[in-house]
């Protein structure tokens, strides 16, 4: 069996709504992580995002960066395995669904 990882993300202040019937983040107060034992990274995080919803995407995005992260999008499975063939990364966020 996969290892499974559970990760909880800290409530955000403010959400706006917008007319796709997304939201989009106005305003975050996020914890900095600080890292006690290990010296920083030279280099930006490598982080691939696969989502099809443009939104959720762009809303990675946005926060990724925010906290230091060279991000990398994809709209489905094929383009992200042919930028995980191209290019190395640290993280994968992805969303699972099934089609029925």
Sequence with gaps: MAPLFRIVLPAVNQTEIIPEGGWKLKHASLPRLQQQSAPPKE??????????????????????????????????????LALLDAQPFDAVFTDVGSRE
């Design 43 to 80: 280099d930006k995080p490598r982080i691939l995002v696969v989502d099809d919803e443009d939104y959720v995407r762009d809303l990675l995005r946005e926060i990724l960066e925010s906290e230091g992260c060279s991000v990398h999008l994809a709209e489905d499975g094929p383009r992200a």
